[in-house]
């Protein structure tokens, strides 16, 4: 390595500490942290970022960059120089007057979603997702796009998507959905469920979610666990990732979902290469690529029968005399159990796309300027009507449910099951390449989806953008066929559909 590169990295290396240390205080916040906190908090971390921002645009990294790409190096650093000099073109194209009506703006239209939800008055919050969703198109004009301003926004969660991508892949599922969803609701469940409706304790639903995160392969010498409202996860360096799990005493299963799903993201912070550590590299290439992960381990592993024949046995002892009768089967049936509902965070696995393919449809008219936000309410709840079959009965439970939009995060949702579709192109090849995968599952060794993963995907870090991943990982373009054959299969099987 030259020494420009070399001093490149030791400059960038600090910028990455001082962001290691902002996910490690926001972390605390959301685990630990006393309630008075936050003041003083706040501050921190915006000291924190203010220097990180300026070290990252100075002019002392500019002239590193550009030495550097003088000398043209080949491999890895080509790949470094490249991620960086798109990055950061990215971020000068928006001016810092711009960066602060806009901080602004998100500041008070969270703050007013927080209230018009107590009354769930959505014309209380209109006035303030009006301005954001204006000012999402002045970003849009400055980072500048070709056919629809969306197209502007997304490449900050997914470089290289498009609309026109993403939205022929999900006029192909939405159909297919809805009518697999409707097949299921005209025959209700195969299973008797109503072993559900007890109290399940807290401490030994931690414990079993704790037993199931280190037979997953989740290194807890290089990572823990603790409790917070919304589960996430954090990565400081791959030695060291930190989740989160809630737990509920009503719920069998939510505890252990929310395990599996940021073990899933945690496994992968823990499989970057430790070389790629304070680097560009040492990253996924997007949102989708990094929820790929936490929803294979949600759904294909933890929700899979050969998992609880498995962990059938395991579950019982954690909960003495309550599961004596119920069998693997029923587990299985249960944790993959379909209604349609309201809220997306909330969804089972046959749902879930719909909910994505609705806020997709209504961001694209949002921001093209084709639906005004005033209509916003009934717009989504006709999607909801045709997609799902049911009508909200207020905006909570409607279009003010998630904070996403409160927050100027367009062009994210689809991520979410992009990755879901990722995942199940990668357990199509992992079938392929270990034809014992269920058997290994069944018999409790998760190192084959651990290893597969660790080589096609965790120790690429962000060396390819997300479809060369999905095409270098699997051998085919991206096509959500994997996912609806997938879908079709298990749940014709666990409903008796057609039958
Ligand atoms: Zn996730």
């Given at each position: 390595m030259s020494n420009t590169m070399t001093e490149l990295?030791?400059?960038?290396?600090?910028?990455?500490?001082?962001?290691?240390?902002?996910?490690?205080?926001?972390?605390?916040?959301?685990?630990?942290?006393?309630?008075?906190?936050?003041?003083?908090?706040?501050?921190?971390?915006?000291?924190?970022?203010?220097?990180?921002?300026?070290?990252?645009?100075?002019?002392?990294?500019?002239?590193?960059?550009?030495?550097?790409?003088?000398?043209?190096?080949?491999?890895?650093?080509?790949?470094?120089?490249?991620?960086?000099?798109?990055?950061?073109?990215?971020?000068?194209?928006?001016?810092?007057?711009?960066?602060?009506?806009?901080?602004?703006a998100v500041t008070a239209s969270y703050q007013a979603w927080e209230e018009a939800r107590k009354t769930k008055d959505f014309a209380q919050f209109a006035p303030h997702l009006e301005k954001v969703v204006a000012l999402r198109r002045r970003f849009a004009d400055h980072y500048g796009y070709d056919a629809h301003p969306w197209d502007a926004l997304v490449p900050g969660f997914e470089r290289g998507m498009?609309?026109?991508?993403?939205?022929?892949?999900?006029?192909?599922?939405?159909?297919?959905?809805?009518?697999?969803?409707?097949?299921?609701?005209?025959?209700?469940?195969?299973?008797?469920?109503?072993?559900l409706d007890q109290r399940w304790d807290p401490d030994a639903q931690w414990a079993f979610g704790m037993r199931v995160l280190a037979d997953l392969g989740f290194d807890l010498a290089r990572g823990r666990q603790d409790r917070s409202t919304h589960p996430f996860?954090?990565?400081?360096?791959?030695?060291?990732?930190?989740?989160?799990?809630?737990?509920?005493?009503?719920?069998?299963?939510s505890a252990l979902m929310a395990t599996a799903h940021e073990g899933g993201h945690g496994l992968y912070e823990q499989g970057f290469r430790p070389e790629d550590a304070r680097t560009p590299l040492g990253h996924a290439p997007s949102s989708a690529v990094h929820e790929s992960q936490a929803r294979l381990y949600e759904y294909r592993v933890a929700?899979?029968?050969?998992?609880?024949?498995?962990?059938?046995?395991?579950?019982?002892e954690h909960?003495?005399?309550?599961?004596?009768?119920?069998?693997?089967?029923?587990?299985?049936?249960?944790?993959?159990?379909?209604s349609a509902s309201f809220i997306r965070v909330d969804a089972?696995?046959?749902?879930?796309?719909?909910?994505?393919?609705?806020?997709?449809?209504?961001?694209?008219?949002?921001?093209?300027?084709?639906?005004?936000?005033?209509?916003?309410?009934?717009?989504?709840?006709?999607?909801?009507r045709a997609y799902l079959g049911i009508t909200p009965p207020d905006p909570v439970l409607g279009c003010m449910q998630d904070v996403h939009w409160a927050e100027a995060l367009f062009g994210y949702f689809p991520s979410y099951s992009l990755g879901t579709m990722f995942g199940a192109m990668f357990m199509e090849k992992m079938e392929a390449d270990h034809p014992s995968l269920w058997t290994d599952m069944e018999a409790g060794d998760f190192r084959p989806v651990l290893g597969w993963l660790r080589r096609n995907v965790h120790t690429v870090g962000s060396r390819m953008k997300p479809l060369e991943l999905v095409r270098a990982a699997t051998g085919r373009e991206f096509t959500p066929e994997p996912f609806l054959h997938y879908l079709e299969a298990k749940y014709t099987e666990l409903y008796r559909l057609g039958g």
């Open positions: 990295r030791a400059a960038y290396g600090e910028i990455a500490d001082l962001r290691a240390a902002m996910g490690l205080l926001e972390w605390d916040q959301q685990t630990h942290m006393p309630k008075e906190g936050f003041a003083t908090r706040g501050r921190v971390v915006a000291t924190l970022a203010q220097i990180a921002h300026e070290r990252y645009l100075s002019p002392r990294f500019d002239e590193l960059v550009a030495a550097a790409e003088a000398e043209a190096p080949p491999g890895d650093d080509a790949i470094t120089l490249d991620l960086l000099r798109w990055e950061r073109d990215r971020e000068r194209r928006i001016p810092a007057t711009l960066v602060e009506e806009n901080s602004l498009t609309a026109a991508l993403i939205k022929p892949v999900f006029d192909k599922v939405q159909p297919r959905v809805t009518a697999l969803l409707k097949a299921i609701q005209s025959k209700g469940p195969a299973h008797d469920l109503s072993f996860t954090m990565g400081m360096a791959p030695t060291d990732v930190r989740l989160t799990t809630r737990l509920k005493a009503e719920s069998l299963f929700a899979c029968l050969p998992f609880w024949r498995h962990y059938a046995p395991v579950l019982r909960f003495p005399g309550q599961l004596d009768n119920v069998s693997a089967e029923q587990l299985y049936a249960a944790i993959n159990e379909v089972d696995e046959v749902t879930y796309p719909l909910h994505i393919i609705l806020r997709f449809e209504l961001e694209l008219e949002l921001i093209a300027g084709t639906l005004a936000v005033r209509d916003l309410p009934e717009a989504w709840n006709a999607k909801m």
